[in-house]
């Protein structure tokens, strides 16, 4: 009887312990701080952004699952997903929320919350509205700002094709930061005498028939940071590889499929400086006062097989900036 006993104390003893371990276990994770991280859609370009944020805390000493707890949703593309998305961040009482890409600031820059908000590589965030300034942001939200090397890109395109006369946009017609570079870009190329074609679209499903009219019109197409068209690439690749002109993308990550050249702000970098930010946020920082950056590294890509199948010589001075920072794709 008394070894009954016994063995019923010790078993209530673990069982005992087990609990407070687990609640202990439990408190701890509800003491780390939640981050919540909403990337709009899935594409090359912003998915090495979310990389950086990570990698950027990381190097901050915040790791998901030991000091901090990282939240990662993805909209792919879809409004809805992008309110309901926002709404469980705050929910779950993020200590800081992350937004890849205009619409997902956007979303929860709307909530009606004071949590503060960190853009990840947004192209015109006065533009849209989501801060009164870029030194002094005034509100709940700060961030990176991408700010792609237009005035470089254009000034290659022009070496490259410097008897060029007319060039196609296709950009998406609801995308404040797409239409942004489009108009920078035009307003560069214009003053050097070429004629800048707009097309636009609202969705992947309208690439094929808009590049299909485009191409027919134009003797290259430029394509600026655009979330849509690069879900889309691929088909505007066949459209631009069946005409036979040449693609210059904004970006690095639409390259492959057709692209000639481009010279691109590091995407991965942009995300890395982001998630620095955000760790500035955990430890305190109001992003009212937190001035909005943008990485300084860019990078030249080169798709010498692509330039030798359609008849362009690329100047040696790319292809050793590529060679040095970039890509260069035989």
């Not at 600026?224 to 505007?236: E, H, K, Q, R, W």
């Not at 970006?251 to 010279?263: D, E, F, L, S």
């Not at 995407?267 to 982001?274: E, L, N």
Request: hydrophobic share 40%; no cysteine.
């Amino acid at each position: 009887m008394k070894r009954l006993i016994t063995t019923i104390i010790v078993l209530l003893g673990v069982l005992g312990f087990a609990f407070v371990s687990e609640h202990q276990a439990q408190t701890a994770q509800q003491k780390r701080p939640v981050v919540g991280i909403l990337q709009t859609l899935s594409h090359p370009a912003l998915d090495q952004i979310r990389k950086g944020i990570i990698a950027g805390l990381k190097s901050e000493g915040y790791v998901d699952g030991k000091n901090v707890v990282l939240d990662v949703e993805n909209a792919q593309g879809d409004q809805s997903n992008l309110k309901s998305m926002a709404d469980k961040f705050m929910n779950k009482n993020a200590r800081v929320t992350v937004g890849i890409a205009t619409p997902a600031v956007q979303a929860l820059a709307n909530q009606t919350t004071a949590t503060p908000v960190v853009m990840g590589g947004i192209s015109d965030p006065l533009g849209t509205g989501l801060v009164k300034s870029l030194q002094h942001p005034g509100g709940k939200v700060t961030g990176t700002k991408e700010q792609e090397p237009v005035a470089q890109q254009v000034a290659m395109i022009r070496a490259i094709m410097p008897n060029l006369k007319t060039i196609g946009v296709l950009h998406t017609s609801s995308d404040d930061s797409s239409t942004a570079e489009y108009q920078e870009f035009r307003k560069l190329m214009e003053a050097h005498g070429v004629t800048v074609k707009s097309f636009t679209i609202t969705s992947t499903n309208d690439i094929s028939q808009t590049a299909e009219t485009m191409v027919r019109q134009v003797e290259a197409v430029y394509v600026p940071t655009d979330n849509t068209v690069a879900s889309g690439i691929m088909t505007l690749a066949k459209a631009v590889d069946g005409a036979k002109i040449p693609l210059f993308p904004a970006v690095a990550t639409m390259m492959k499929p057709a692209g000639v050249a481009t010279i691109s702000s590091s995407q991965f970098d942009m995300g890395v400086v982001t998630g620095k930010m955000v760790a500035r946020v955990l430890r305190g920082e109001k992003p009212a006062t937190m001035a909005v950056e943008q990485t300084k590294k860019v990078d030249t890509t080169i798709n010498l097989k692509q330039a030798r199948k359609l008849g362009l010589t690329i100047p040696q001075r790319y292809v050793d900036a590529a060679e040095k920072r970039g890509e260069i794709i035989q």
